[in-house]
């Protein structure tokens, strides 16, 4: 089945600095990569998405890239904020529908 | 629009009770899919339903189940609860396929 991995588990950083979040995904059918920020008891918020027709997609602070050909896609926030520190999941789809495969999440600190 | 709402926010059963949530998608989406999330497994996939129908399901027995109304509402039974089935409970709805959009989740505890 689908297996999403993702690296790293918790990741600190400087306010200012850059902060990289890795996944890996094993089905090549996959054509849709969502990444997800879940701040403390509140619902995961999808903030930047990226389909397999592209390489990379920006939005102000964020960015996805996607390696078709290794199966990996990362999510890069630059000038990082205090208001950024939540966990961050990546996801994959899993057959047809919206069936999601999910990382195990990466807890972001970003410390003043 | 208004967001995906879930009911009810929070909930405490009893092992061997019975449990429904219930969510109500974005105006527009057909699709509501339901997740499980705990920490130590983490989110993980349920069902999605579509126009009323059981269009992915998950690795969960069957004493999880769901289903959708015409109004694209959706609800998810469990039934004979365990001690393992503590776990927020997310419902997600999408237009079509892909973009999903989670709901604030029901927090289930069962004691």
């Known amino acids: 089945g689908e297996n999403v991995e993702q690296h790293p588990s918790t990741l600190s950083v400087q306010e200012g600095d850059s902060a990289v979040i890795k996944c890996t995904y094993s089905d090549s059918a996959s054509n849709y990569f969502p990444w997800y920020k879940q701040e403390l008891g509140k619902r995961p918020q999808l903030i930047i998405d990226?389909?397999?027709?592209?390489g990379e997609k920006k939005d102000q602070r964020i960015a996805v890239t996607l390696n078709k050909t290794a199966k990996h896609f990362s999510l890069h926030i630059t000038e990082t904020q205090p208001e950024d520190s939540a966990v961050y999941f990546c996801a994959a789809p899993k057959g047809g529908g919206n069936k999601l495969t999910f990382g195990t999440g990466t807890q972001l600190k970003v410390e003043l | 629009k208004a967001g995906v709402t879930q009911t009810p926010r929070y909930l405490i059963k009893t092992r061997g009770q019975q449990v429904t949530l219930s969510c109500s998608p974005i105006s527009g989406h057909r699709s509501v899919s339901w997740y499980q999330q705990t920490p130590g497994q983490g989110l993980q996939f349920l069902f999605e339903y579509f126009s009323e129908t059981q269009r992915n399901k998950g690795n969960f027995p069957g004493r999880f189940s769901g289903r959708q109304f015409s109004n694209s509402r959706s609800e998810m039974n469990v039934s004979t609860l365990e001690l393992g089935d503590s776990a927020l409970y997310l419902c997600?709805?999408?237009?079509?396929?892909?973009?999903?959009?989670f709901g604030p989740g029901t927090r289930l505890t069962v004691l």
């Open positions: 990226i389909r397999s027709n592209v």
């Open positions: 997600a709805s999408s237009l079509g396929v892909h973009e999903q959009f």
